[in-house]
């Protein structure tokens, strides 16, 4: 993914790879492999963000991951007294109607980390980024691989 300085309210250049790991053992399997040891070997050990997956839906019409071309993101601090077990049923609840509900939204990913206590909810959408909530930090999608896309 990437966003371009100037473009869908973007103030930089930006090349901002997003992963959905079905399982722990293959986010590790490509952190540790020969993939990403040549971004290390190009670019250095970036840093990698990670969040405790927290709510995801899909929609019944999202049977192509390659229909996928933006990405929005939004983040929430999460107040010290957030009672965790009932935000997560939330979240996921609303997670599941907004995806179905939400004409040109594909798949809603939500996360927490409990570094920052902050959430953070990713959608990956069919429409173009001139088409999206223009409230939202927006990515035009350039390549989606998704072998274990089934297993999400």
């Given amino acids: 993914m990437i966003r371009e300085r100037g473009r869908h309210?973007?103030?930089?250049?930006?090349?901002?790879?997003?992963?959905?790991?079905?399982?722990?053992?293959?986010?590790?399997?490509?952190?540790?492999g020969p993939g990403f040891q040549g971004i290390k070997d190009?670019?250095?050990?970036?840093?990698v963000n990670?969040?405790?997956?927290?709510?995801?839906?899909?929609?019944?019409r999202a049977t192509n991951p390659k229909a996928?071309?933006?990405l929005t993101r939004e983040e929430e601090t999460l107040p010290v007294n957030t009672n965790l077990i009932e935000l997560q049923k939330?979240?996921?609840?609303?997670?599941?109607t907004v995806v179905e509900r939400t004409p040109g939204l594909l798949i809603r990913a939500v996360g927490v980390d409990p570094r920052?206590?902050?959430?953070?909810?990713f959608d990956y959408w069919e429409l173009p980024?001139?088409?999206?909530?223009?409230?939202?930090?927006s990515y035009e999608v350039l390549h989606v691989s998704a072998p274990a896309y089934s297993e999400l």
């Fill in 42 to 47: 190009s670019f250095g050990a970036p840093p």
């Fill in 129 to 137: 980024q001139v088409e999206l909530p223009n409230r939202l930090r």
């Fill in 68 to 70: 996928i071309v933006s």
């Fill in 116 to 121: 920052t206590w902050g959430l953070v909810r």
């Fill in 90 to 96: 939330r979240e996921a609840e609303t997670t599941a």
């Fill in 50 to 60: 990670t969040w405790a997956g927290f709510a995801f839906a899909r929609a019944s």
């Fill in 9 to 32: 309210g973007a103030d930089t250049n930006q090349y901002a790879p997003a992963y959905l790991w079905p399982r722990i053992e293959s986010m590790w399997g490509f952190l540790a």
